[in-house]
């Protein structure tokens, strides 16, 4: 199974690809490491920029798309443009796509930690948080499986 595990900062979807199978996962390169909304405002911004999420998806045979939930409200809520980008993914056609809450991928990390220390994936700093919600969500599917 692969997975596309996103978080949303701002105007930017930080992605990291993830494939696992028989308990072992691989880290697949991937021509970006996130994506743009350039104009929020207008629904050919956003068309755009789920377009380019879809072209990921499909040339890199994404199973399934992951994105780290965001809080509505509070001091730590997200902004408007992130859950209009958020909307955008989720309604990306033929491509399954989830939200992963917080307590959900503590839970998750406690029962199964990461195998191996962040540091040492060659990933850059910023995609740690996808790089997890790609990792809880395949411990996800292989706990139901």
């Known amino acids: 199974m692969k997975v596309c595990g996103i978080e949303i900062k701002g105007k930017e979807a930080v992605i990291c690809l993830l494939s696992g199978s028989k308990g072992l996962f691989e880290i697949s390169d991937c021509r970006v490491r996130s994506v743009v909304l350039k104009d929020p405002d207008t629904s050919e911004g956003l068309r755009a920029f789920q377009a380019t999420v879809a072209k990921l998806a499909e040339d890199y045979q994404i199973n399934k798309i992951v994105i780290k939930e965001r809080l509505k409200k509070g001091k730590f809520a997200g902004g408007a443009d992130g859950f209009k980008m958020e909307a955008a993914i989720q309604l990306i056609e033929n491509t399954e796509v989830e939200l992963m809450p917080a307590s ?32 809880v969500a395949i411990i996800e599917v292989k706990k139901t499986v």
């Open 104 to 135: 959900r991928s503590k839970e998750l990390l406690k029962a199964q930690p990461l195998p191996i220390a962040f540091s040492e994936t060659e990933l850059k700093a910023f995609q740690e948080a996808a790089f997890i919600t790609a990792y």
